[in-house]
C-alpha cells in the first residue's frame, strides 16, 4: 500500500531534480494533483485557478465571473466549439458552456481529473454539450481546425514546451485564448 507520506517523498524527489521536472513532467503533474486533490476539491470547487473578487462575491460567485468574462472575449456562442486546454476537473467548461451555449471539448492530461470532469459534467451540466478527453496540450489528440476557438485557464505554467502547446491550440482552433496567474487590477471583469 502506497501511504500518503511515500507519494510526498516520490513527488519531492521528482521535483528536487531539475532534468526529472523536464523529463517526467507528465508524473510531476499527475503526482501533484493526486496529492493536492483534495485540498483543491474542498476549497475550490471543480475550478482550479484563481479569480479576482468583487465586493461581496463569493469564492464560487468570482471564479465563474472570471470565466464568463473569458468566454465574453473570446466571443464564444452557441454556433462556437471551444477546445479548453488543460480542462482539469471540468468546472470552467460547464460553466461557459451554460453561459455562451457552446459545444466544449475539454483535453487533460490526469485519466482521474478525465473521469471527475466526466462525473462533474453530468452533475453540473449541459452535458449534452461538454466532453474531456485524456490527452497532452503538446500532442493533441485532434486533427486540423475542428474547433472554433482554444482556450485555458491557468495551466500551461505546468507544460516545459510551452510555445508548442500554443501552436497545437492555434492548429486546432481558429484562436487561443487564456489566462496567467497575475494580470493588472483594472483589466479584471
Ligand atoms: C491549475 S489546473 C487548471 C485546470 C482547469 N483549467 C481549471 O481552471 O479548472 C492545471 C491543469 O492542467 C493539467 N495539465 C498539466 N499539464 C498538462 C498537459 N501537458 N496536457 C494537458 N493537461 C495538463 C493538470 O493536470 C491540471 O488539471
Not at 464560487?60 to 466571443?75: N, V
Not at 500554443?166 to 494580470?183: I, K, M, P, Q, T
Request: proline content about 5%; aromatic content about 8%.
Amino acid at each position: 500500500m502506497t501511504t500518503e507520506t511515500d507519494a510526498t517523498a516520490r513527488f519531492q524527489a521528482l521535483v528536487a531534480d531539475p532534468r526529472r521536472r523536464l523529463d517526467d513532467y507528465s508524473a510531476m503533474v499527475e503526482q501533484y494533483y493526486a496529492l493536492v486533490g483534495d485540498i483543491h476539491r474542498a476549497h475550490r470547487g471543480p475550478s482550479y485557478h484563481m479569480a479576482c473578487y468583487r465586493p461581496g462575491q463569493s469564492r464560487l460567485e468570482a471564479t465563474a465571473a472570471h470565466e464568463r468574462d473569458l468566454a465574453d472575449r473570446a466571443g464564444l456562442t452557441a454556433d462556437s466549439h471551444a477546445l479548453d486546454v488543460c480542462s482539469g476537473v471540468g468546472g470552467p467548461a460547464c460553466t461557459i458552456a451554460a453561459h455562451t451555449g457552446a459545444r466544449i471539448t475539454g483535453v487533460e492530461l490526469v485519466p482521474a481529473r478525465v473521469a471527475e470532469a466526466r462525473d462533474n459534467a453530468r452533475a453540473r451540466g449541459p452535458a449534452d454539450r461538454i466532453s474531456f478527453r485524456a490527452g497532452d496540450v503538446v500532442a493533441l489528440p485532434f486533427a486540423d481546425s475542428v474547433f472554433t476557438a482554444a482556450y485555458t485557464f491557468e495551466a500551461l505554467c505546468h507544460v516545459p514546451d510551452k510555445a508548442r502547446a500554443l501552436c497545437e491550440g492555434a492548429r486546432s482552433g481558429a484562436f487561443f485564448v487564456g489566462y496567467r496567474h497575475a494580470r493588472r487590477a483594472e483589466e479584471w471583469p
